[in-house]
């Protein structure tokens, strides 16, 4: 029997999404949403639930209410040098703090409430 390369097809197509957890789901929409330009794309029990889903340009996160979680996460998020001059842009119209720092390259770091990290490289070359 011979190995075959690791190739992906169509029919096991693999999708991901981040989870955050959160101590509160409805601080962290209006974080998310209000401060960084997501959209709820939805929200369980109705929108009165603890777990919802946000995105924005293809970059999708679950937001997870767990008050007994104290860990952090981080998410490296690559944007187009137009993407980022956006960001940049409406962090500055809507006060989101934002901090240089390095993680492997130059990036922007961007704390949501509960202290999970959003890393944004400054150069994607």
């Known amino acids: 029997m011979t190995e075959q390369p690791l190739m992906g097809h169509a029919a096991d197509r693999w999708y991901a999404r981040s989870v955050l957890f959160v101590s509160d ?4 929409l209006d974080f998310y949403v209000g401060k960084l330009g997501f959209e709820k794309q939805w929200h369980e029990a109705d929108g009165k639930g603890g777990v919802c889903q946000v995105h924005r340009s293809g970059c999708e996160i679950i937001l997870c209410e767990d008050v007994a979680r104290h860990d ?9 040098r137009e993407g980022l001059d956006m960001l940049l ?35 994607n070359e």
């Open 89 to 123: 842009r409406e962090t500055v119209e809507r006060s989101v703090p934002t901090q240089k720092s390095w993680w492997g390259n130059d990036v922007i770091r961007i704390l949501d409430p509960d202290n999970n990290e959003l890393l944004f490289p400054l150069s």
């Open 25 to 28: 789901v409805q601080r962290s």
């Open 72 to 80: 952090r996460g981080r998410l490296f998020i690559e944007l187009t």
